[in-house]
């Protein structure tokens, strides 16, 4: 077994013999995973460079692609994506958002994965804090919002995109990475539609949180493959009702 896979062996089993055996480990792949973090990663920091050194050449596109969108705007659609901003980013998205995460799966008795969940939390948030100073891009001119400094990448497409990868690969569940995924789509059409990012932003942003929660969970993988497979119950139950004579 090549030191990128998790082991994990379920069981012993016996042979026709009768004589018990341990059946093969099963193997929680890394490699996979972990290339696409990087990958990710590294896609952020070339865009990056592309933005700083060659940003009228290579995303002149944009500029029509954001009067196309402010021309768009209607007042109901505004609304909704006024209320994205808020939930999407600020103390609620970077702080209030990942520690009611990492509580509910401690209460649901994760503590690997409110570990994972905590560090990969901090890990995007200080890439893209770190790449938005180093790159220092412009945002659009038409913003119907007031964000902070530096439009590449966008935080709330990357807290989003940490959210939904992350909780997609501790719960693995398909409706968990269909939801996630839906919820980072609509974050970052709605930054695109209220003028605060550019298209590359957005993507960028998501870039990052999807390849941070990939990198982070490499070293997790074996700990959270076992703690998935255990039975959870919250820490607490309702009390069961007293019988009758």
Known sequence: MSADDAEATPGA????SGHSHAPAPLRVSRRPWLVAGIIALVAVGLVGVVIVYSERQAF???VDLMTALAAARTPAVTTV????????????SNVVFPIVIA???????????ALYFGVAALASAGVTRLVKVTVGRVRPE?????????SFPSGHSSAAALIATALGL???RTWVWVAGIAWTVLMMLSRMYLGA?????????????????LV????????LYRENRLPHQPIWRPAEPAATS
């Open 103 to 113: 509580a509910a799966l401690l209460v649901w008795r994760r503590p690997w994965a």
């Open 142 to 150: 038409d913003i119907l919002v007031h964000p902070d400094f530096g």
């Open 216 to 223: 982070v969970w490499a070293p997790f993988a074996y700990r």
């Open 170 to 172: 501790i719960f693995m």
């Open 81 to 92: 994506a006024l209320a994205l901003d808020v939930l999407g980013g600020g103390l609620l």
């Open 197 to 213: 990012h550019w298209l590359s932003d957005t993507v960028g942003g998501a870039l990052v949180g999807a390849g941070a929660a």
């Open 60 to 62: 002149g596109f944009e």
């Open 13 to 16: 089993g016996a042979d026709h």
